[in-house]
């Protein structure tokens, strides 16, 4: 059975304030064999192995945490399940509202 996500049709706009957190949910509705779950931001992977300082994911993939969010978090976040059987994403567009010297006093 493919790989697939419940709500992958339609890309979740998050806005939040420098400082606030922010969770990204990725939880596949289905798949057989088990899906491998996977993040995407801007173009390049994320994982478990590479999660630096204020971003995290954790819980096997399925969520995306921002302990704070800084101006340079915002981007286009993509989560990526997939199996032998087929492969579905879902888009989150995170917008952070505040300026580059606030920012930079919050990190």
Partial sequence: MPARLADSRTDTELSVIVGQR???????????????????????????????GDVRVVRAGRVLQIRSARVDHAGLYTCVVENKAGRDQKRYVLQVLGNTADSLAAG
């Fill in 22 to 52: 922010v969770r990204m949910d990725c939880n596949p509705s289905r798949g057989d064999p088990e899906p491998r779950v996977s993040w995407i931001k801007d173009g390049d992977p994320l994982d478990e192995d590479r999660s630096r």
